[in-house]
C-alpha cells in the first residue's frame, strides 16, 4: 500500500523557519508530480506548492512566494519544503501529496481533486 509520510512540522515563532520532508513509501514517486498542500481550521485545503519528476519545474501559491522552496532529493526518494519568515496565517496542518503526470514538463497541479496519494498531515504552528 502507497503511504506518505510528512514530518518535521512543530511550534515556532513568526519569522523562524521550518523544513518539512515527505518520504513516499510503497513504491518510488519517480514519475510522480509532488505537491504541498495546507488546511487551516475552518478552511478549505489549499495549494501551497508543486514540484516535477525532476525538480526542474515548480510553482507556489502567491502568498508564500519568495519565503517557501519546494525540492525533492530521487536518490533519497523524498521531498521537502524549506519554509522561511514564517507568519501566523502560515499555521495549519501541512500535507504532501502525489499524483502520476505523464512527463517531467507537466505542470505540478494545483487542485486538490487531482492528486491520488496523500499524507496524513503534519502540523505547523507560528505564533505571533
Known amino acids: 500500500q502507497v503511504q506518505l509520510v510528512e514530518s518535521g512540522g512543530g511550534l515556532v515563532q513568526a519569522g523562524g523557519s521550518l523544513r518539512l520532508s515527505c518520504a513516499p513509501s510503497g513504491r518510488t514517486f519517480s514519475r510522480y508530480a509532488m505537491g504541498w498542500f495546507r488546511q487551516a481550521p475552518g478552511k478549505k485545503r489549499q495549494f501551497v506548492a508543486g514540484?516535477?519528476?525532476?525538480?526542474?519545474?515548480?510553482n507556489y501559491a502567491d502568498s508564500v512566494k519568495g519565503r517557501f522552496a519546494i525540492t525533492r532529493d530521487s536518490a533519497k526518494n523524498s521531498m521537502y519544503l524549506q519554509m522561511n519568515s514564517l507568519k501566523p496565517e502560515d499555521t495549519a496542518v501541512y500535507y504532501c501529496?502525489?499524483?502520476?503526470?505523464?512527463?517531467?514538463?507537466?505542470?505540478?497541479?494545483?487542485?486538490?481533486?487531482?492528486?491520488?496519494?496523500w499524507g496524513q498531515g503534519t502540523q505547523v504552528t507560528v505564533s505571533s
Open positions: 501529496a502525489a499524483v502520476e503526470v505523464p512527463s517531467d514538463s507537466s505542470i505540478p497541479p494545483r487542485d486538490v481533486w487531482e492528486y491520488d496519494y
Open positions: 514540484i516535477s519528476w525532476s525538480g526542474t519545474i515548480t
